[in-house]
């Protein structure tokens, strides 16, 4: 009963993220409504981490290969993509170093900063 | 084979997580961070259906049943997230001032970019989405008026050369937080950058899909307005 408890609240989450997602007119997937709702639903205490917990582990170990099938999907958009492969590689490698790059940099540098200043 | 393959049910996924799982192995055997296991998989995967002449359409008719689980999985994100709140409220103001400083350098440089490769607006607005999460980066390429299917090459791409080369930019740039690695991942390469940071550590995972979560929406915000620089 564990376990269909489990699975039945996160399906229960979705299906309302779902329902959002429908209802209100913006590109939000329902699955970060979802992710929203299910936050909040803790910080009440409304649902305990124990209410979902070994379920939870389980679809967020198995997560990477949810992506596979999207990735491979790239076969098929090939065509699309062919045209303009360079400036889109280009832009893609550059944008993600830097992005990764800057977010990671500044957030270490304020961190390091405010635990500095804590000493003072 | 395409034929039998189209009506297996179990094909698909047996082949993804067996794939995934040889990338696993193969990364533990030999330590390499080019060995990345969702790399791995995925160039298995498209050696197999190349090689026995299997159309995507056919894999997919199984290999649907695994996303389908990414809902699910997303939402459970939330609980990672929950258990470090508390060290979210201690960082609060690094962490709000790096997520924003990520999405304008990502949303600025995909402008400078784009005008030094003189692309079109069609183009340019494809591409602006390409660091969030797909079913949001989706959206926002539609409204916007962008080529739909390389918004979503481009947003798999990201997601899987963040996965890749995070260590890389982690050592460069000497990024050593826990909190920054996970921020960083999240923001440049969305979900998939969020699986890496798991592997990393319970911090970085939690730090990663608030990254997904904000750095979506605020994208959504702020992409209408990039869309008219260019």
Not at chain 1, 31 to 37: E, T
Request: proline share 3%; aromatic share 8%; with cysteine.
């Amino acid at each position: 009963m564990k376990y269909l408890r489990q699975f039945g609240i996160i399906v229960l989450i979705s299906l309302l993220g779902e329902i959002l997602n429908v209802l209100i007119p913006f590109p939000i997937p329902g699955s970060v409504y979802g992710l929203v709702i299910l936050l909040i639903c803790l910080m009440t205490g409304i649902l305990k981490v124990s209410d979902v917990r070994e379920t939870a582990a389980f679809l967020i170990e198995i997560m990477p290969v949810m992506f596979v099938p999207a990735a491979v999907g790239l076969l098929d958009s090939w065509d699309q993509l062919a045209p303009v492969f360079i400036p889109v590689i280009v832009i893609v490698v550059c944008s993600t170093i830097l992005v990764m790059g800057v977010t990671g940099k500044v957030t270490e540098v304020i961190i390091h900063r405010e635990k500095r200043k804590k000493h003072e | 084979m395409n034929e039998i393959v189209q009506n297996l049910t179990f094909f698909g996924a047996a082949l993804s997580i067996f794939a995934y799982i040889l990338g696993l192995l193969l990364k533990k055997k030999f330590k390499l961070a080019i060995l990345n296991p969702l790399l791995i998989a995925v160039i298995c995967v498209m050696a197999v259906l190349l090689i026995g002449h299997v159309d995507y359409e056919s894999y997919n008719v199984s290999a649907k049943y695994i996303s389908y689980l990414l809902t699910p999985a997303t939402v459970c994100l939330a609980v990672p997230l929950y258990e470090q709140l508390s060290l979210l409220k201690k960082n609060l103001k690094a962490v709000i001032i790096g997520l924003l400083s990520g999405v304008f350098a990502s949303l600025t440089g995909i402008l400078v970019m784009s005008k030094l490769f003189h692309l079109s607006h069609e183009v340019y607005v494809t591409l602006l989405p390409k660091s969030i999460t797909t079913a949001i980066g989706m959206g926002v390429s539609e409204e916007l008026g962008g080529i739909v299917t390389i918004t979503v090459a481009a947003i798999i791409i990201t997601g899987i050369l963040g996965n890749v080369i995070a260590e890389f930019v982690f050592a460069i740039f000497k990024i050593k937080e826990p909190v920054a690695r996970g921020l960083a991942l999240g923001n440049a390469s969305h979900a998939i950058g969020t699986a890496k940071a798991l592997e990393l550590g319970a911090v970085e995972g939690a730090m990663s899909s608030l990254a997904v979560a904000v750095a979506g929406l605020v994208t959504v915000v702020l992409a209408s307005g990039y869309a008219h620089f260019m």
